[in-house]
C-alpha cells in the first residue's frame, strides 16, 4: 500500500474541509483558528507540497471494535433490505411490513413501484377456504423454532401461498389463542 499517496489523499481531503472563515471542527483535529488560516492562504502549488509532506504530521487510527460494530451494522441493514425484499417478492402485505420492518405506507408503496410490484390490491390481505387455513397453520406451528420473520417465509414456501394469504390466515389463529 501507498501510503504517502494515503496520507497526501487524506491531507487535501482535510485542507478542503477547512473554509476560508474557520472551522468550528477544527480544533477537534488538532487545527486552531491561526493554523486554519495559514492552510487557508496557501495557494495551490504549496496545499499540494504539503500535502506531500502529510505522513509526518498526520496521524491515521483505526478503532477495530468500532469499525467491526459499523461493518455488522452494515452487513446487517444489507441482509435486512434483501429480507424486506423477499418479503415484497412474495407479496406482503403493508401492515406485515410495517409490523417487522417498521416500514412506512409511502416507502412501502415506493419500494413496491421501484420492484416493479405495483398493482391495485396485489398486496392487500387475501383470504382463503378452509383447508388451506389449516395447512398454513399446521405449517406456522411446525416451524415455531425458525425468527418469526424466517417462519413466515418457510410457511409460504411450503404451502406454496403468497404472505398475503398466510398472514391473515395465522392472525386469525393468532388471535383465537
Known sequence: MDTQGTYSALAVSLFQQIPSEG????????????????LTSLTLSEL???ALKAERFLTVRID?????????????????IELQDQFLYD???NRMMREFFGMHTTE?????????????????????DEETEILIWQQFQR???LDIRQRY?????????PLNIVWPAIQRHEVKK
Do not use: W
Not at 472551522?23 to 495559514?38: D, F, R, T, V, Y
Open 48 to 50: 499540494h507540497s504539503l
Open 108 to 128: 412501502f408503496s415506493a419500494r413496491r413501484k421501484l420492484m416493479g410490484l405495483a398493482g391495485k390490491g396485489q398486496h392487500r390481505p387475501q383470504y382463503c
Open 91 to 93: 407479496y406482503a402485505t
Open 64 to 80: 477495530k471494535p468500532v469499525l467491526e460494530q459499523a461493518l455488522l451494522e452494515v452487513t446487517s441493514e444489507d441482509d435486512n
Open 153 to 161: 417465509l418457510k410457511v409460504a414456501e411450503v404451502t406454496g401461498q
Open 143 to 145: 416451524y415455531d423454532h
Open 23 to 38: 472551522n468550528q471542527h477544527c480544533p477537534k483535529i488538532g487545527i486552531n483558528g491561526e493554523l486554519a488560516s495559514l
